[in-house]
């Protein structure tokens, strides 16, 4: 249209332009009603066919009205959103349909206006042009944006599964693949190692004391040794090899067309032991560790899960052989490995089923020779393996965190047991437990604490707790501030295996301790080839910064006499008592009318 509109298009387009909300809410029940898709339209695709339909329809009234034929086409096309269909996955079919829905409602309603105002012909006739040209023309430009951005939608959909499968498949921390796909490729190693002859081997690495660096420099730094652990792994390790992180410091390598499976997977390992043990720098702190491997060779049929236990079993060998070096699996190790889970699954229920009991040493004071204490000492008769040593489960117990429950067991049965010897007359005798790392790490061991004292009535400062100096020193700041709780209770503390390699005597001036168990290795051949300085100048030492001095181990006459002569305070060992049950404690008489109890632990708190 050029020029000025005539009289009857102008009010075509004031009418049309007065039922635009009745078009818009015409369109929208037609379209909704014949769409391809069953599930009802959100109310935002429901707004966006508003929009529409107000703004198409507002355009072909103000062409009628002003003559405006560019604008009218120009705002068609941009009334129609196709990209904002394909984000909402709206089908293009049905955004074919909405379109055409609109164009017959638009052209339905001129036709009625213009029989309503009389109109002249030509005017509709031009009307109805506009709509079909505009929407027809509106329709190709939508379709091209429409079809881009899907296309586009798509390209990020599978970016973002191959995101997630990555994700799913590999270690967030270390970008290091994960268990499920390590144990996909060793299936496919398996089978392809039994068609062609290949040999292979799986070796499972474990980082040594890594708790210990989370303990002491914190978690980041952990996590920074972890990725550190892993990039050297990839760079001494053979381009085909994979190497996997199952979780926590656990890695595991599959090495892959071995000739000499024995020779060379050795070789391997060796070479991530002495990478692991170059010094690591996190935040300017030098952090040193080991790796312990544990290496099993892969034979045609084997089972991915039962390889990598075999690798695992062999790693737990090395660990158990003293850290820091690697182990080829031998069937030998599947006994140890039942064994072990055995021990772990029993100690869930031996609390329960009454299996654990404790066995009593006496401590004696060496000026008197009478007892001055009671240490508690853990045994556990299992139903179907016997009695298991101490130190076989204890260490499973502190690893899997079943120390907690146990080792409150113990301090509850202690308490009770020293409180009724104390009742039958024996005020003078005190007890002494043993404290793990993991206990001093539970939020509620000094409740605990504060709770058998309540409940059994014995005096804080007949409790002794003793700690071994490798996890005073390797807990942090955690362990030192429930040793201080511990002291404000009153509860005695004492350093055991004393002298064994953490601590110094001038280490001890800041921590919060009454006494020094000095380990049994310095006490050994005492009076005879041992020499006894070392000994004296650790008592001499150790009183002079108001400790006393206790000697565990004591086998003979000579170490007695040599522990006398140098002022030790109190010693234990198989010459002075062996560690009984209560009945045979009973039985000797250890703490009967004939033996001499020495003056107590409240009275030297006091």
């Known amino acids: 249209m050029v020029g000025r509109p005539s009289e009857s298009a102008r009010s075509l387009g004031l009418a049309l332009r007065a039922r635009c909300e009745e078009i818009a809410a015409d369109v929208l029940s037609r379209w909704e009603k014949r769409r391809s898709d069953p599930t009802p339209a959100t109310e935002r695709i429901r707004d966006d066919v508003r929009r529409f339909c107000r703004s198409g329809t507002e355009q072909i009234a103000h062409y009628l009205i002003h003559g405006e034929t560019a604008s009218a086409e120009q705002t068609a096309s941009q009334a129609t959103p196709g990209r904002a269909a394909a984000n909402q996955s709206v089908m293009l079919s049905d955004l074919v349909k909405m379109h055409l829905y609109w164009r017959d409602v638009v052209v339905e309603v001129l036709g ?29 430009r939508v379709a091209k944006v429409f079809d881009a951005h899907r296309a586009l939608l798509q390209s990020q959909l599978e970016e973002e599964q191959n995101r997630l499968s990555h994700q799913a498949l590999h270690d967030a921390l270390t970008g290091l693949p994960n268990r499920v796909l390590f144990l996909e490729r060793l299936a496919t190693s398996i089978e392809v190692a039994a068609r062609r002859s290949i040999h292979s081997a799986v070796l499972f690495i474990d980082i040594d004391r890594f708790k210990s660096v989370n303990d002491i420099a914190g978690h980041a730094a952990g996590d920074q040794l972890l990725i550190g652990v892993a990039r050297r792994l990839r760079e001494v390790l053979r381009p085909a090899d994979t190497v996997a992180r199952l979780g926590g410091d656990e890695f595991v390598v599959l090495c892959e067309n071995l000739y000499d499976v024995q020779k060379e997977a050795v ?15 996190s935040t300017g702190t030098e952090l040193f560790t080991s790796a312990s491997i544990g290496i099993a060779f892969v034979r045609p049929g084997d089972d991915p899960h039962v390889l990598v236990a075999r690798a695992d079993s062999a790693m737990y060998m090395a660990k158990q052989r003293g850290r820091s070096r690697w182990e080829l699996y031998h069937p030998d190790f599947d006994e140890r490995t039942t064994r072990r889970a055995e021990l772990i699954n029993g100690m869930h229920r031996a609390v329960d089923r009454g299996e654990l009991v404790l066995h009593y040493q006496p401590v004696k004071d060496l000026a008197s020779g009478g007892v001055v204490a009671m240490e508690a000492l853990l045994r556990w008769a299992h139903p179907s393996l016997g009695i298991v040593a101490p130190t076989e489960f204890i260490p499973l117990a502190e690893e899997t965190g079943l120390i907690v429950d146990i080792g409150r ?48 009535g014995l005096p804080a400062s007949a409790l002794s707790m003793e700690i071994t100096e490798s996890v005073i020193v390797t807990e942090g700041s955690i362990g030192h501030e429930v040793l201080e709780d511990l002291q404000r209770i009153g509860v005695r503390l004492a350093i055991d295996d004393f002298g064994i390699g953490y601590s110094s005597l001038a280490y001890l001036t800041k921590l919060p301790v009454h006494a020094l168990k000095v380990d049994r290795s310095f ?23 108001g400790l006393e001095v206790v000697a565990e181990g004591v086998e003979t006459e000579a170490e007695l006499e040599q522990l006398k002569v140098a002022n030790c305070d109190e010693a234990q060992g198989f010459l002075l008592g062996r560690p009984a049950p209560l009945d045979v404690l009973r039985e000797r008489g250890v703490l009967g009318p004939d033996r001499l109890v020495a003056r107590s632990l409240v009275e030297r708190a006091d």
């Open 267 to 281: 070789a391997i390992a060796e070479r991530v032991c002495a990478t692991v043990a170059e010094p690591f720098s």
């Open 523 to 545: 006490i050994a051949g005492l009076g005879t080839a041992q020499d006894v300085s070392i000994v004296s100048a650790m008592v001499e030492l150790a009183h002079k910064l």
């Open 409 to 456: 067991w113990v301090l509850t049965e202690a308490a009770t047991q020293c409180a009724a010897w104390r009742a039958e007359g024996y005020e003078r005798i005190g007890v002494a437990v043993n404290v793990s790392g993991r206990q001093l790490e539970d939020p509620g061991f000094i409740h605990d604490v504060q709770a058998v004292l309540e409940a059994t």
């Open 112 to 140: 009625e206006e213009a029989d309503r105002l009389d109109s002249d012909p030509g005017a509709l006739e031009l009307a109805v042009r506009a709509v079909r040209v505009g929407s027809d023309s509106a329709l190709v």
